[in-house]
């Protein structure tokens, strides 16, 4: 299908957010590092319907940002897959002799360790909310299921393999709680289109079919050079305004590196038994501990790794897609210093030696992500090109 974009397509000043009237900031993250976010200038050509397509109302981007904006859907099921590829090598026996993340008297069922599995290929997930007081997320293994309940003031993680439970009190009021996050295209939709200014170009890609239902594509490219990003592009459902499916590609093309969409979906109440939860027998029980509140905000599932946002206490270099993240790790040396024999020479062999102004470092990259890390250990970070954090890490000494 040909894009539906015009060079000279207008849209909305640089200072104005056609979904609240006020500029905002924002920056959307995949697990393990920051991705410039993009800000938009709303195209203004109509979508038309292709041959095979829905034969869908002509709308322009601008009014078809607007209805997702307007979109309030408060119940509602469905099954959603979800592929990522950064193209991270393979770590999963390193991962085991590390314990996968846990703590020494942690839980398999909490989330912040558990939905992390998200970070790399491909997974099935089925969804349910019923409100903001109500809602599931499940993850569908090959032979075993991990769910998040959340159900009133409750929020409970069930591992069936391990049969573990995880149980903490939600701490947000309900309203807080119906803009938390899930992984699910609706929520990376939302953050993605936060941010309107002239750093990117936003139109409408014609129509298609999602999960069965009538829907637009609305297409976010960057302007801004040095950018890793290819293009984000997001299916929008018809009716209600609820984004079905999320696709972000790199500029070195191939695979998504995000492609997040139902395959299934029903705006129907789920039954109230969905959301009903209690420990099975036999099954070990974990209440999360006092103090750990704090670090309960950025769990996944429900408001964590995989919804937008940057890294907490770093700064940020730039804006719009080419944003970078900077922070410091306290420890010098690089990302080796701290580490001896055999296991300092496997992160270095993972990136690639960099010097400039700033000094020497090490250059992480994945297809969409790239990070710098220099000897006096700073990070920069960003869906930028190694050349722009090299850049970056030179001007700012």
Known sequence: MAPYESD????????????????????????VAVVGVAAATIGLVPALAAAGDPDLPEITAQQLVEKIAKSDVQQMS?????????????????????????????????????????????????????GPEKQKVSLL???????????????????????????????????????????TPDDFAEEALKSVDDTTSVTVDGTTRIAGRDAYKLLIKPKQSGSTVGAVTIGVDAKTGLPLKF???????????????????????????????????????????PGDDGRREHAPGF?????????????TIGEG????????TGAEGGPTGSQDGAMGGFLGSLGDPVSG??????????????????????VYAGAVTKEALVKAADADK
């Open 78 to 130: 469905g099954t959603v897959k979800v592929s990522t590829d950064l193209g991270l090598p393979d770590l999963g026996a390193l991962q085991d002799g590390m314990g996968s993340g846990r703590d020494g008297d942690g839980s398999s069922a909490d989330p912040r360790t558990k939905l992390t599995e998200l970070a790399s290929g491909t997974h099935t997930l089925r969804v349910a909310a019923d």
């Open 357 to 378: 102004d700033f000094g020497k470092g090490t250059v992480f990259s994945t297809r969409l992500v790239n990070a710098l890390i220099t000897d006096d250990g700073t």
């Open 303 to 315: 408001g964590g790794e995989f919804a937008p946002g940057g890294l907490k206490g770093a700064d």
């Open 321 to 328: 897609w080419t944003a970078i993240a900077k922070f410091g």
């Open 8 to 31: 000279h397509a207008t849209g909305t000043g640089p200072d104005e957010d056609p979904r609240t009237g006020r500029r905002k900031a924002a920056r959307y993250v995949v697990p």
């Open 141 to 183: 293994e090959r032979d075993a299921e991990y769910s998040l309940i959340h159900n009133d003031k409750d929020v409970w993680g069930y591992d069936s393999a391990s049969n573990e439970v995880f149980h903490t009190t939600a701490r947000h009021s309900g309203e807080e709680r119906g803009h938390q996050r899930s992984a």
């Open 247 to 289: 696709t972000l590609t790199p500029k070195s093309g191939g695979a998504a590196v995000l492609d997040a969409g139902f395959t299934k979906v029903s705006f129907a109440a789920p039954p109230a038994s969905t959301f009903d939860f209690r420990p099975p027998k036999g099954a070990k029980v974990t209440e999360e501990k």
